[in-house]
């Protein structure tokens, strides 16, 4: 008897001819035929289709178990694996022996019926979500991407930094912090003031969940040249919206020795990476995307490698918007913040394919980007992408400590919290520049979904807070 | 000019005869020669040693900047790379050119001289440690071993499951817990019966930080089969000790269709998968752990592979301690947990190699571990190593509805809270086990660190809560 994946029996490629081999898994669908005869396709998750598995009254177990099965049951199958009569697959088993491990209490309240559900229903069943067609190709793109993600990077020669989670300070100011304490909160412990005594909680002082792993990253950058950090990222912003999550994941690259355009350039490298290592290796959860969720995601993934990325200027863009004749719901000129709809319109419908917009004033960014010589933009960068908008953010650092201090009295920020930060201008300071990518947000890209809690794996259900 | 990193300089493989090429990084050593001749060594963090870069006084700026360089200064080189005529390195490179990108600010004040530092030092000075030989080195092994657990895993058919950070429910009981808020706590909001008003606080209800991903990778395993978590986890323990941390990375494989066997046999080939990976790419880095850290660091993972682990029923391991006429600080009988004194006694004297324990009494051992026959044990394993004691911590899951609701009723658990997982069973439950390891623990094993302080990025300082 040899396991193997309901993946490795399809492609028959493990098995001799005749020869019998054991599949493991859930009942997807069943038939039941005439005269004694039941089709049985199990699914175990190793790819988007299940295998039928061909049951006979010639079993053991035909009355007592195999005609009581229903979607869901768990199954262990051996039997000869054999070019399939069947459309649609080359495959299928024999079965001379159908082990039933778990039946499913009462099959017809079962929340997972082999019939179209709601999103919003499966997110209230998040733990038997991935049971669904849908959730489980998402979790097979969202593995693939996520690796391709260490891989190119290490291919590239970056260390993968675990830049810490619980921080005491307020990072970059990027969005409103979750405070994270151990004291009795019933009976706080008061200082001589008659304030909150910090002093008493675990860390002996205020610890929040981190915002960004940026400014720590930088400093591995200033030894070790290439590095990134890959995590959970938390923002206590209203994350009841189709597009902001509380907890998500972020990836952010950090190169020493790296301008703007070293910096776009990686960006163009790693998101083309990821999406053919999608193309490559999930053909058939991205067909499956592509004919039940969004029409054209397998050819809006191939246009985006097919070309090289445009670059506008911050300046021209603002110009561009401005002739362009469209009637934007945000007013453009120079000094805004550009929205999702300009955003858009110049990806879409100027360019036709991802651009990248860099050098943006420097009122409208943060105080770690890197001054140029006009005196006021940034070199800061944005890729905007056909059909979604900005997806990855980035910057130069500023590395003259001199220019450093403006900016952060500018920003009112505390020198003393950033000495830390300061110091790695001091010492040995070299030009440096990375970027940013919501991880989940590329994935609700890739997979065409409409809400971005679908593009994790616990929104809602099973002891998660996110909702 | 050609960009090269030390690595691929120090190779030589890169650059034809005669080829120039340009490093960039810092300044690790340096020595003037007389008669206009410095030997600057710079590294970048891509391997272990620093490229030595040879400077005349020929070079525009060789009075003006270079003769001023220390240890610490960014620079740029560029040169002929040709065959060195120095001991313990293959190539050099004849400077043309010698841009310095950054001074380090006073130099006799800057915190990490080119001599030995005080390992409590370097922990204050945590954004600066990695431009040393030691944190170099352990930033590469941690990026390898890393990077091995997510390919291990993958090249097996695993799936990565991010499962959620923050959570509502106190997960196993497995220590105590980081509370996380956005009420403002000087003024909290109060419910009707003089209560803290959860329904206020972002999530509408209480809200922690994650100590395991474990329950809820589980519904992932009953729908892909094989999965794995791997993310930062929290423990609000008293984390001052040389072996705890209240924030570190943990993965835990959770596989259908398995049994405690199978569990046992996945983990002793993924830690040796791992180890073999830091043999094969991290040579010249466990080269100078074992001269300079802990000697014998490579025989010990090399033998850690060579052989196959042991196994020991706890029931035996029991006998085999109280015969071993060694006197333990903790009183040996069955039914007590295994102390380190006693995993170590019985991996490096007992056995001599890698053992793993199983089948311990189920009051010490979590609810959701699987009963066996005899009514007393639970399917759990531990891996212990030499050395170091337990290393993993793992065990078959109970999937029979009964018995698990039976062991919830012995903990006091609520059942209400844990419904979901309790569906796991209802709707089609197999056989499944799974581990745990922490990563952190593993990284201090490998190099042979004294405090797992050392095995993290940033401890203590750069606004790390860590401590």
Redesign the interface.
Known sequence: MTVV?V?QALAGGTAAADQEVTV????RTLRESKGGLSFVNVS???CFAPIQVVATADLSNYETEVKHLSA???V?ATGKLVPSQGKGQAFEIQATKLEV?????NPLT?P?QPKQHSMEFLREV???R??TNL??AV??V??TM??AI??IL?EQ?F???????????D?EGAG?M?????LD??N?PRDDKG??DWKKD????E?F?TVSGQ??VE??A?????VYTF??T?R?ENSNTTRHL??F?MVEPEV??ADLNDIADLAELFLKGIFKAVLDERADDMAFFDERVMPGAIARLENFIAQPFERIDYTDAITILQKSGKKFEHAVAWGVDLQTEHERYLAEEHVGRPVVVMNYPEEIKAFYMRLNDDGKTVAAMDVLAPGIGEIIGGAQRE?RLDYLDRRMDQFHLDKQ?YD??R?????????HAGFGLGFERLLVYVCGLANIRDA???PR???????
């Open positions: 994946s993946k493991r898994g859930w009942v175990d998750g190793s869901g049951a768990g262990i491990t778990g039946f499913v209490e079962y997972i998040a733990h038997l991935p049971r959730f489980g979790t097979r969202r593995h996520m690796t260490h891989r290490t020669g260390f993968w930094i675990n830049t810490p989670i619980i921080t005491t300070s990072a409103d979750f405070r994270l304490s151990t909160l019933a706080l304030g909150i675990f860390f002996g002082r610890a969940l400014l720590n400093g591995y200033m030894a070790m040249s290439k995590g959970p938390f206590a509380a907890e994941w020493a020795f590395e919290t830390w930060y110091d790695l201008r001091r010492y040995g300071t070299v030009p994790i794996p616990y259900a099973a002891g998660s807070a996110e909702f």
